[in-house]
């Protein structure tokens, strides 16, 4: 089974400050994806950053960076300088091994304070 | 640019009634899919198809029917629906490829079923 698990309900970060979301997954496949996608009120679904498994170096866009762990299989996710619009529901996704059939966790909803 | 359109934004059914959401996308994707989001649960695949005439059962696809006979097009049918099918559900569409690629997504559908 492959399956991704978010075990942060909920967060909350003071602005400017730095958060990581954690993000664990189960395959047993040597080569994937991995995905993190921030759900804002609007209810949009937006791409934050993505991993290929294959690549040593972690995924890094702008604030937005990861901790890829691939014997651990965690994908964290840390948000610096964290700003009032990062507020959202963020999740962790995976395509599965066929690249069709994406998992996603149940998320991790981030407050940020000002 | 138009991206991926879902159509009605908001429903309410009676138990028992039936309804089509519709999906339709604009950058020639052969990859679409059918998301529902529940409180705690995350995105979960209900159905996906890579291509016009190929569907796909996803993760919860009891209650649900689809077709792909055109490529922009993804309709998803609730024949008779049921109150556990109160949800947000999303479509969303990527290129062909690899698990890699990026999902574009509707701004979703919310339904109640009383």
């Known amino acids: 089974a492959q399956t991704v698990t978010q075990s942060q309900p909920e967060m909350s970060v003071q602005e400017a400050e730095t958060v990581t979301l954690s993000c664990t997954y189960d395959?047993?496949?040597?080569?994937?994806?991995l995905f993190w996608y921030k759900q804002p009120p609007s209810r949009q679904m937006i791409l934050v950053i993505r991993?290929?498994?294959?690549?040593?170096q972690n995924a890094t866009e702008n604030r937005f960076s990861v901790n890829f762990q691939k014997a651990a299989k965690s994908f964290s996710l840390k948000i610096s300088d964290s700003q009032l619009g990062d507020t959202a529901m963020y999740f962790c996704a995976f395509p599965g091994a066929s690249g069709n059939q994406f998992y996603f966790g149940t998320g991790t909803s981030l407050t940020v304070i000002p | 640019n138009a991206g991926v359109t879902q159509t009605p934004k908001f429903q309410v059914l009676k138990t028992g009634q039936s309804m089509t959401l519709q999906c339709a996308q604009d950058?020639?994707?052969?990859?679409m899919s059918w998301y529902r989001q529940d409180p705690g649960m995350g995105l979960r695949l209900i159905h996906y198809s890579v291509g016009a005439g190929i569907t796909d059962q996803g993760e919860v696809p009891n209650g649900y029917n689809v077709s792909r006979s055109t490529t922009e097009d993804f309709p998803l049918r609730l024949l008779s629906a049921a109150p556990s099918q109160t949800s947000v559900y999303f479509c969303?569409?990527?290129?062909?490829?690899?698990?890699?690629?990026?999902?574009?997504f509707g701004s979703g559908t919310q339904l109640s079923v009383l």
């Open positions: 991993q290929e498994a294959y690549k040593q």
């Open positions: 950058m020639n994707h052969e990859y």
């Open positions: 969303a569409s990527s290129a062909a490829g690899t698990g890699g690629r990026k999902l574009f």
């Open positions: 395959t047993s496949e040597s080569n994937y994806y």
